[in-house]
């Protein structure tokens, strides 16, 4: 009775901990541990269903990295696809949505309609015993993938067989945690999809100013290279990534006859369409999401200058928004170095001239040297998205 009450509570916690993991492959991996951990097993796989095929996502094994050393592993996981047939036995436990539990995978009958494939035993040297593939149901008895875990162990390390409290157990877990790959599927593919139509908001801004799809690429590749070139941790370098393209969102609210004119723009004029920048943060404003906040402060700060000439608000030096100077940069750089309907493009060399008198003045002398040094990458992204 207590043993049964201490795998209750195991399950459960399982359930809470699966249900918080966010990133996909991160939870591939912990549905792995928590079910190795759970029936005391030497090894661990993990098939996600693919369309008509399973894909081979996660592998541990714990002999063979203690032989191969914590730290190194000769033959580095690359995730596979294999076809879902009878034949195989991940394959036939998709097609069936049983379980399989085998005490010795050696022993397999000839009779039976899968067979074990002994090629990865050959290859690093290890011992297949006993083995159990579970079928991943998602609420509505939808297969999500398959579990295998390979060589139960008893309290002194023996290899034993798998039993049938482990089935029921695991069976429950594997469900479990089929609904969280659902889950964490459903907020990648959310995820996504708003990413992807905040890029394309950006472009229908740039639309409208004569400007081109691949001059929001390019500058949000360059603020991303100063970003990381500056020492920012990974995350805010995505979120910069992310939201650099919608510095000029609020060129949806300039009329035609001032942002489409041909010629130099009057006072008056300038003054609207200086006005993207507080059109554009207002847009964006209230948001909850921090890309949407950040993408807020650059609509409004990416023409101050450093030496607080800029526009909207005239703020200087590091009451600019660090993001704020680095698209800046990044905007300039790549307005400059590319051809528009109306100019030439300027050579590589004047363009950082220019760039380069401009700092301490126009741009924050520590965003000019972090683009420097990133100059190699940044020459990349030129090539690669170059205007023909
Ligand atoms: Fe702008
Ligand atoms: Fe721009």
Known sequence: MEQCSTALEKLVKIGIALSSVRDLNKLLDIIVTQARELANCDAGSLYIKDGDSLKFVVSQNDTLARKLGASQQAEPFKPFNIPISNKSLSGYVANNG???????????????????????????????????????????????????????????????????????????MASQAAVAIKNARLNDDIREAHLDTIFRLGIAAEYRDKETGNHIRRMSHYS????????????????????????????????????????RLTPEERVIMESHTTIGAGILKDSNIPLLQLSQKIALSHHEKWDGTGYPDRVKGGDIPIEGRIVALADVFDALSNKRVYKEAMSIQETMGIIKDGSGSHFDPAVVGAFEKGMDRVMEIYEQYKEL
Not at 119 to 140: A, C, H, V, W
Not at 236 to 250: Q, T, W, Y
């Open 224 to 263: 991303t290279i100063i970003a990381e070139q500056m020492g920012m941790p990974a995350e805010r370098v995505e979120v910069i990534r992310l939201s650099s393209p919608m510095h000029d969102i609020g060129k949806v609210g300039i009329p035609d006859g001032i942002l489409l004119k041909p010629g």
């Open 98 to 172: 049983v379980i399989v539990n085998i005490p010795d995978a050696y022993d397999i009958p000839e009779s039976a309609e899968y067979h074990f494939d002994k090629s990865f035993d050959q290859r690093s040297g290890y011992r297949t015993r006993s083995m159990i593939q579970l079928p991943m149901k998602d609420n509505e008895g939808g297969i999500i993938g398959v579990l295998q875990l390979i060589n139960a162990m008893d309290s002194v390390g023996q290899v034993i067989p798998f039993s049938s409290d482990d089935e029921e157990m695991l069976l429950s």
